[in-house]
């Protein structure tokens, strides 16, 4: 694994810890126990919202926030840089995130437009939603300083899931911009193969006692919905009736129109491996548990990253060996795209 591509451009970024994938915040696993720091006391960081691909500028350009970019001098502004970026986990490791091919600082004016057309468009509204449902305090919004970085996903390189482990004590812990010198050194196990983080043993903080619509979630079904109503009809949407024993259905089922048969959808908000196995039994369940209910020809779970050749193959395995009529997708919120099912 190399990242040589403009070295003398190339920076080192340290950002804080996500169970989300840096598309919204997470809560308070992981993140600083100082008491006098940011997080501690606010509860989210917003650099917690950089890979949010659910919010693309006109021009391509995904806004976003990095601590190590935050300087008084502005020296950062408009220069052009290869930013490689690292997370400590809550048990001291540290793990390779990304790389941002050609990320732009961004000045103070250029943050405030953006901040207005997020205003516009409702986005900050929903960020608002996503600190309260992590369990955070709204504050710190502030147009001259909430955007200081901007980059393209289609030149970016993102781990969403299973992140290379670096070793220890080759990178300093410091939320500073750093200068790349080097490879990264990997950890590798007793056959030479680089270890990584298994994300899908990472628990998933949420607000304490107090049900919450997920808030990406939410988008994510209206979205999904609103591609599938011209193929179904009688299509239903789950809103979270918090009068149900189990506090949620199926998120949508609807009959296909070729075949009129019921087709059952389950979202998740996870990497593809993650999707699969928190959606499995959740599906059997709802389609088998209960012989009153209408039973559902095919199973589709859906999250918003496209898998890999291991989960392509898992989702095969299953239904080859056990004749499960399960298939995945996953939606691109990008292109507005449901993929082919897999």
């Not at 997470?26 to 008491?35: A, H, L, P, Q, Y």
């Not at 504050?139 to 781990?159: D, H, L, Q, R, Y």
């Not at 939410?218 to 109503?229: R, T, V, W």
């Amino acid at each position: 694994m190399t990242f040589d591509i403009n070295k003398s451009m190339e920076k080192i970024a340290r950002i804080c810890w996500n169970t989300h994938d840096w598309k919204r915040p997470s809560g308070s696993e992981g993140k600083s126990r100082v008491d006098s720091s940011y997080e501690k006391s606010v509860g989210f960081g917003h650099e917690e919202w950089l890979l949010d691909d659910t919010r693309v500028m006109p021009d391509g350009y995904h806004y976003g926030f990095l601590q190590p970019m935050n300087v008084a001098s502005g020296k950062h502004v408009g220069e052009v840089y290869d930013i490689h970026l690292f997370a400590i986990t809550p048990n001291k490791k540290k793990v390779y995130i990304a790389c941002l091919h050609n990320a732009i600082g961004v000045e103070p004016d250029e943050s405030r437009k953006v901040y207005q057309y997020y205003r516009e468009r409702g986005w900050l509204k929903e960020m608002k939603e996503d600190v309260i449902f992590a369990g955070g305090t709204v504050t710190g919004f502030k147009p001259e300083w909430m955007f200081n970085v901007k980059f393209k996903f289609s030149e970016a390189e993102i781990n969403y899931s299973n992140p290379p482990i670096i070793k220890p004590d080759t990178l300093g812990h410091r939320y500073n911009l750093m200068d790349k010198k080097g490879e990264f050194e990997f950890l590798k196990d007793e056959e030479g193969n680089i270890q990584t983080l298994d994300t899908s043993i990472i628990v998933r903080t949420t607000h304490s006692g107090e049900l919450l619509i997920d808030p990406l979630h939410k988008k994510m079904q209206n979205a999904i919905a609103e591609l599938l109503k011209d193929d179904y009809h009688h299509l239903y949407l789950e809103r979270g009736d918090t009068s149900l024993a189990s506090g949620q259905r199926v998120d949508i089922k609807g009959k296909f129109k070729e075949t009129d048969e019921w087709h059952y959808f389950e979202i998740k908000t996870s990497s593809a491996k993650q999707s699969i196995r928190e959606a499995l039994g959740q599906i059997l369940e709802y389609s088998h548990y209960d012989h009153k209910t209408t039973r559902a020809a095919r199973l589709f779970i859906i999250g918003p990253e496209k898998p890999d050749e291991k989960d392509i193959a898992y989702i095969r395995k299953l239904r080859e060996m056990y004749g499960l009529p399960i298939w995945f997708k996953w939606y691109s919120f990008e292109n507005n795209n449901l993929s082919e099912s897999i």
